[in-house]
């Protein structure tokens, strides 16, 4: 079975700052990687999909890279309404979802 | 405008049983597969079943395999998941999301979710 790491948990960083979360797929997944934001008591929103593609509407400040086993997503400049939790999902086999990724501002 | 309303959660007893739906509108739900995602309480999301357009391809996560069924009506725009033999670990909310499979394969809408609590 994949599995999925998705590294740091939890982060603290400041307005426009830049934000880099990693997720590490145990197995080659290709590009079959995407990128969900989830804010609290809210149901998830798709960011990015097939690892660098950016979902209609989603701010470009949002960006996705990698193939393969390694991927990263990136908020180039962090913004107050980018508090949430991120988490990657793979989709090679059945939908796999990373362990998520907590972003507060410092 | 693309919606999803979950509904039929609740508080049920381990070993009990419940059905979720999932009522779709603004879109062609025919044409789509369709996924069941929960989220344990401050916990992560887990994937726990999709079920094809035409309801050929069904799969469950393991945790729920045998426990679990997935079904739809595409004439009355609804998704369903019938649990039984419920656990506490079953405890979450439960999304129903739409999957969308051109250029890559996401979830590009979720409905707000239903809480199922498993407590005696």
């Known amino acids: 079975d994949i599995q999925m790491t998705q590294s740091p948990s939890s982060l603290s960083a400041s307005v426009g700052d830049r934000v880099t979360i990693t997720c590490q797929a145990s197995?080659?997944?290709?590009?079959?990687l995407n990128w969900y934001q989830q804010k609290p008591g809210k149901a998830p929103k798709l960011l990015i999909y097939?690892?660098?593609n950016l979902e209609t509407g989603v701010p470009s400040r949002f960006s996705g890279s990698g193939s393969g086993t390694d991927f990263t997503f990136t908020i180039s400049s962090l913004q107050p309404e980018d508090i949430a939790t991120y988490y990657c999902?793979?989709?090679?086999?059945?939908?796999?979802f990373g362990g998520g990724t907590k972003v507060e501002i410092k | 405008e693309v919606q999803l309303v979950e509904s039929g959660g609740g508080l049920v007893k381990p070993g009990g049983s419940l059905r979720l739906s999932c009522a779709a509108s603004?879109?062609?739900?025919?044409?789509?597969?369709m996924n069941w995602v929960r989220q344990a309480p401050g916990k992560g999301l887990e994937w726990v079943s999709s079920?094809?357009?035409?309801?050929?391809?069904?799969y469950y996560a393991d945790s729920v395999k045998g426990r679990f069924t997935i079904s739809r009506d595409n004439a009355k725009n609804s998704l369903y998941l019938q649990m039984n033999s419920l656990r506490a670990e079953d405890t979450a909310v439960y999304y129903c999301?739409?999957?969308?499979?051109?250029?890559?394969?996401?979830?590009?809408?979720w409905g707000q979710g239903t809480l199922v609590t498993v407590s005696s």
């Open positions: 999902q793979q989709y090679d086999n059945l939908p796999l």
């Open positions: 197995q080659d997944i290709s590009n079959y």
């Open positions: 079920i094809s357009s035409s309801s050929s391809y069904i």
């Open positions: 999301a739409r999957e969308i499979a051109v250029a890559g394969t996401r979830f590009d809408y």
């Open positions: 603004g879109f062609t739900f025919s044409s789509y597969s």
């Open positions: 097939d690892a660098s």
